[in-house]
Structures are given as C-alpha cells and as structure tokens.
C-alpha cells in the first residue's frame, strides 16, 4: 500500500511510505526557496503513481486546509485520513519507528501540538510505544493560549500544566523573543546561551510546573504572530545582539537553557524510573537541542537514547505515513529511514567547471578557501552532513569569523565539526559514544587549539561522525594525511534565512550570489571557481 503523507503547516512536506518503507520525501521550501514554507503546493507535483491512502497533519488547522483536502481528493482518489488532532502522535511514530527500539518511551516536547477544544495545545507528551502500533500515552501537558474558554474537564483532567499559560519550549522562547528571533529559531538561543554566566536567577519552574506569573504572550517581534516573553523584559528587545554589552541576552538565554533542560531531565528520569524501561527516544522541537540532548545522556548512562533528526514537523508527514502503514499491515519488520540522505528526486548533474579532483579539493581547503560539496540526494533533516555541505579548515582561529559573514549568519553562532568515526575519541570526549552520525549532540573538546575554528566558547562543539565509504569521509582521509588533522568544520550549504540547496541550480546560484571560493561536484569530478582563485 501507498500512502502519501502532507504536512502542510510551516516546515511542509510530503512523503510516501510504501509497504512500509520510505519511498519519497520532499520539503516544500526546498522548491519554494522560501524558509519554513506551508502548503506543499510544488512538492506536490513530483508525485508519482497510484496512491491508496492520504495521511494529512497539521497543528493548526486553518481556512486553506479544506481547499488544499478538497484538491488531493480529486487529484488522488483515494481516501484523506485527517490527523490533525494526533500531532505528537505523528512525532512519536517517526522517532519510534526509525529508532529501531522494539519497546520504547518516547519524549515529545513541543511548542505547538494538537489544538484543543480552542483552548490549549499539547506541550509534552511520554509515550510508552510497541509494535507494531501500540502507543500508550502516559502523561501530557498542554499550555493554554485561551483562559476565556473552558476546556473538556475530562482533558484537563490528565494534564498538570492546563491552566498554564506556559510550556517547555514556551519558557525557552522567552529568550527567543528577546533578540528579536521568530519562535522557530530557537536554535540562535541555544548557540548564544554559552556566553552567559550562571548568576542568580528567577526560577522558570515551580513545583514541577512553569510559574506563569513571570511571563507574558503578545506580538513582541512579528505582527501576525503571538510569542512569550517575561514580563520584566518587555521594551528590551532587540533585533541584534550587540558585541558589546551582550550579557543580559546571553544570561537569560544561559538560564532558559538550563532551567528547561534540567525540566526535561527530571521527567526522563521519572519515566524511566516508573517503567523500567531504559530505551528513549526524544522528538519534537525542543529535539533538535544538541546540549540539552548531551546533558541527558551525560546524566543518564544507563539510557539507550535516540534523538531523531528530523524532529521538527517536517517529518510529520514521513511520522503520519508510518503510523497508517503499520495500522494497515502489523507488521513488526523494522522499515525506519537508515540513512539522512533521503530528500528529493533524481536527477542528472549538467556537465559544468572545470576538473576538480580529490587532490585539488584537498589542496584548496589546505589554501584556506571554502569548499560546498554538492552530492547526491539531499540531507532530509536541517543538518547537513556532507551531501550539501559549506566545508573549511577547522584549524583557522578565524574560521568562524570568515564562514559567518559569508553566510550572513550573527556573530555568536558556532559551526560545527565532521569527523571520522576511528578519530571521534581522539578529539572529544564522547560521553560513551562511538559515533554521532546526525549531528543531534555536542561533545566538550579535548584540545582545543588544535581545532579552535569549530570549538564554541565554552569548549563544545556540534559533531558529525562519518566513514571513508563516503565522499566527505574520503575528504577527511587525504585532509588527514596531509595536515595531520581529521576535522573540518562543517556547515550548512546555504544563506541565512534560506532553505538549504536542493537542485544544481540552486548550488550555483548560491555560489554565485555568495562569498564561497569554490563549488564542488564530485559525481561528475567538476568544480566552479572565483576568479580571484
């Protein structure tokens, strides 16, 4: 059976899962070029085939939904599951499924889930989850966005936070808010947050619950959107964070950083502890927080975790699919995604450039230049790990400096590192660890000044492992044997505030509107450069 899953909120996607096996996968904004895109209008039209079944999904159910519904029907044929009231469900099953766990917990932390009765939305949700389809929740919380409005007494009933107004990744947003950041781009608190001091603060947390009384919603940084913010902090947002005079942004974000984390860790223990059982997997939003996902497992050695890549609602298409598939078939083979590389569709690389071999790569990047690699299918998830890759040498003092302002990104955010599987302990401490192959967790540096162009300021750093059976690990070989060093700093082949490159076209053009010396195809052994090179 095909099923063909939409996600059409922001991050929208669709996906087909095939007898169980993921066949498709296509984010709208990587067609678009508009970051965080709805509505996957152009990822669409590379549908193929007979499809049976339609999974649609989304947090926020609006005008355009039964439109958009309306038209599938009668593009497809075939009948529309709604989901749209099962959003941690869609989260859960994707991580569930691709964790290759038989029995699992699964932590869903999130900012906006399901919408409920118009009165609140799901915050966190634990589930106890077995195959083939058995996902027992065990606790949820929900923050309300409406205190007018009574909400189902039987739903409130299992929360311990709805008559709150706050949420997890609500008190995070806080610091979000703060600098002038939309809600979804928690990830620039995260990399500020390290320049902040552990000084005295107000508690976020009280008596296992968000103290609502420190916070307040409004229309702080865009006019069609509400977000939180403290209410001692109102008239303090800022659009950049300056240089100089950063601690009171970094400190609050250092504290949001904290207090949510050590949140989570307590409610990981508490589940674990009352279950016994010690397989985890972590998803939705908050998921993609690399420290705090290194915090868990520093302090909890005895948990297997899995930390899904692809844990922004992105993936709920790829989730919702899963989750019909296996109601439609029980089967208990493990079919979850085993490789990041699964965004797009085929297709033939034009014949442009020049020669470009491994050596001249490696001589280039010895030269000091930046190096995109454009390979293959693209990474699904938002990190890249070498198929659409900006790549430097990590050895440079300064190679956050020049890589930020080629990608226009702000001054305190850090870049991280890939590196080969057999090199992993030689340069971090791996908390256990003999790989981190998606990049969901931050590793304390072991020399620093050896590698200082990667190393953030307080001696972490975000990792890739990788194998020589890939081209960036072939990178990593002849870069090592040359220079003695098996690390380069790896980043995202994009802008700011742009979807990453999808089609050859698009790596050009980035190339071309951009600082980046040089541009690689290595499939066809080709590469453009500057003509200052």
């Given at each position: 059976m095909r099923i063909l899953g939409i996600s059409p909120a922001h991050d929208s996607s669709i996906a087909i899962v095939n007898d169980g096996k993921l066949e498709c996968f296509l984010k709208e904004e990587r067609y678009s070029r508009i970051k965080r895109d709805k509505l996957p209008w152009k990822a669409i039209e590379h549908v193929y085939g007979k499809i049976n079944k339609i999974v649609y999904t989304t947090p926020t159910v609006s005008t355009q939904d039964a439109m958009f519904k309306a038209i599938l029907q009668k593009k497809f044929a075939c009948p529309i599951i709604d989901m749209s009231d099962q959003?941690?469900?869609?989260?859960?099953?994707?991580?569930?499924?691709?964790?290759?766990?038989?029995?699992?917990?699964?932590?869903?932390?999130?900012?906006?889930?399901?919408?409920?009765?118009?009165?609140?939305?799901?915050?966190?949700?634990?589930?106890?989850?077995?195959?083939?389809?058995?996902?027992?929740?065990?606790?949820?919380?929900?923050?309300?966005?409406?205190?007018?409005?009574?909400?189902?007494?039987?739903?409130?009933?299992?929360?311990?936070?709805?008559?709150?107004?706050?949420?997890?990744?609500?008190?995070?947003?806080?610091?979000?808010?703060?600098?002038?950041?939309?809600?979804?781009?928690?990830?620039?608190?995260?990399?500020?947050?390290?320049?902040?001091?552990?000084?005295p603060y107000k508690q976020f947390f009280v008596d296992g619950r968000p103290n609502d009384t420190l916070f307040v919603h409004d229309y702080f940084v865009t006019p069609d959107q509400t977000t939180t913010l403290m209410r001692d902090h109102i008239g303090k947002v800022v659009s950049d964070v300056p240089e100089i005079d950063y601690e009171f942004y970094a400190n609050h974000a250092y504290q949001v950083?904290?207090?949510?984390q050590e949140y989570v860790l307590e409610m990981i223990k508490y589940w674990v502890n009352k279950t016994g059982i010690k397989d985890v997997c972590i998803t939705g939003g908050y998921a993609l927080n690399v420290v705090a996902n290194s915090f868990y497992v520093e302090n909890l050695p005895d948990v297997n975790f899995y930390f899904e890549p692809m844990a922004d609602d992105s993936g709920n298409s790829i989730g919702a699919a899963m989750y019909q598939s296996r109601l439609h078939s029980g089967s208990h083979i493990m079919y979850g995604v085993k490789t990041p590389f699964i965004h797009g569709v085929s297709s033939k690389l034009k014949d442009v450039g020049e020669v470009c071999l491994l050596d001249d790569v490696i001589n280039l990047l010895?030269?000091?230049?930046?190096?995109?690699?454009?390979?293959?299918?693209?990474?699904?998830?938002q990190r890249a790990l070498g198929n659409r890759s900006i790549l430097f040498d990590a050895r440079n003092p300064n190679a956050k400096d020049i890589v930020n302002k080629i990608k226009k990104r702000e001054w305190y955010r850090p870049f991280a590192a890939t590196v080969l599987e057999e090199d992993f302990e030689q340069y971090f401490y791996t908390l256990g660890l003999e790989k981190s192959a998606h990049m969901t967790m931050s590793f304390k540096v072991k020399n620093p000044d050896l590698i200082p162009g990667v190393v953030h300021v307080d001696n972490s750093c975000r990792v890739q492992t990788t194998t020589s059976h890939r081209t960036i690990g072939l990178v990593l070989e002849l870069f090592k044997k040359k220079t003695g060093c098996g690390i380069l700093l790896n980043t995202s082949f994009n802008m700011a505030g742009e979807p990453l490159v999808e089609t050859q076209e698009d790596a050009i053009n980035t190339f071309n509107n951009s600082d980046i010396d040089v541009l690689w195809f290595p499939e066809i052994g080709k590469c453009l450069k500057k003509d200052t090179l």
């Open positions: 959003h941690h469900l869609c989260h859960a099953s994707l991580a569930f499924y691709n964790s290759d766990f038989g029995k699992a917990l699964v932590f869903v932390i999130d900012r906006n889930g399901s919408v409920i009765n118009n009165v609140m939305r799901e915050a966190e949700t634990v589930y106890q989850v077995e195959y083939p389809y058995e996902f027992k929740t065990l606790h949820k919380n929900y923050w309300v966005f409406n205190r007018g409005a009574d909400a189902d007494s039987e739903t409130l009933k299992h929360s311990t936070t709805a008559d709150s107004y706050m949420s997890v990744v609500k008190v995070y947003e806080t610091a979000t808010t703060l600098i002038g950041q939309n809600p979804l781009e928690n990830g620039k608190t995260m990399g500020l947050a390290a320049y902040g001091k552990d000084t950083q904290k207090q949510t010895e030269q000091q230049k930046t190096v995109a690699i454009f390979s293959g299918f693209a990474e699904g998830g």
